[in-house]
């Protein structure tokens, strides 16, 4: 496979899972897959992260973020402490 099929492909799945993301996060079901207040919500994060407050919006998102995932994590991981082990 030629190195620009390899690169385009990278691209692509990065630009998946992206859309992974706003769709995991509620914001098309939120929105109504209304396209123009998505890019609108996303170039208002982008000016925030431009502005004053960027380490404080990163902060904070980055905190909401983690969390989430941890939290998918935890239901997606199944536990043992509810099983019962056998001791002979």
């Known amino acids: 496979m030629r190195n620009w099929q390899v690169e385009r492909r990278k691209?692509?799945?990065?630009?998946?899972?992206?859309?992974?993301?706003?769709?995991?996060a509620g914001i098309v079901d939120l929105?109504?897959?209304?396209?123009?207040?998505?890019?609108?919500a996303l170039i208002?994060?982008?000016?925030?992260?431009?502005s004053e407050d960027q380490e404080r919006a990163r902060e904070l998102w980055a905190?909401?973020?983690?969390?989430a995932f941890a939290a998918e994590q935890e239901?997606?991981?199944?536990?043992?402490?509810?099983?019962?082990?056998?001791?002979a």
């Open 11 to 24: 691209r692509t799945r990065h630009l998946i899972e992206l859309g992974g993301l706003v769709v995991k």
């Open 31 to 40: 929105t109504g897959d209304d396209r123009a207040m998505i890019y609108g």
């Open 44 to 50: 208002w994060i982008a000016d925030k992260l431009n």
């Open 63 to 67: 905190g909401k973020g983690k969390e």
């Open 75 to 87: 239901t997606r991981t199944p536990t043992t402490s509810h099983i019962q082990h056998d001791r």
